[in-house]
């Protein structure tokens, strides 16, 4: 696993457009490299509702997508894409959750 971006620092969010036309604000959190394939991990949040009010609610949960970036634009719309195969989902899942463990690591070290 290889953790390409950290936004701890600044706050970026995307809106995503749902199936049933439905729009959601949602905090990045991280991109993760998963076997040579990019994926990002969205924290949806509630109107007005801040990233780390997100992240210490109970009910949040992490949406995770296919990600890329057009190398030859670099101002095109990354496209975002479902995650089909349960097998893959779950890699990336296992990233996270490493991802996550890193995190929480670094703030005990620098405590």
Do not use: H
Not at 30 to 58: C, H, N, R, W
Not at 87 to 95: G, H, L, S, T
Request: charge should be negative.
């Amino acid at each position: 696993m290889e953790n390409n971006n950290d936004y701890n620092d600044e706050e970026m969010t995307v809106e995503l457009e749902l199936d049933d036309g439905t729009l959601v604000n949602c905090a990045v959190i991280t991109i993760l490299t998963v076997e040579s394939k990019d994926y990002i991990a969205l924290l949806p949040l509630k109107d007005g509702q801040s990233t780390q009010a997100a992240l210490e609610s109970e009910e949040s949960e992490v949406w995770f997508y296919r990600y890329s970036e057009n190398p030859e634009d670099p101002d095109e719309e990354p496209q975002m894409d479902y995650i089909e195969d349960d097998d893959e989902y779950e890699k990336v899942a296992d990233a996270f959750d490493e991802y996550l463990d890193t995190c929480e690591f670094e703030e005990l070290a620098d405590d």
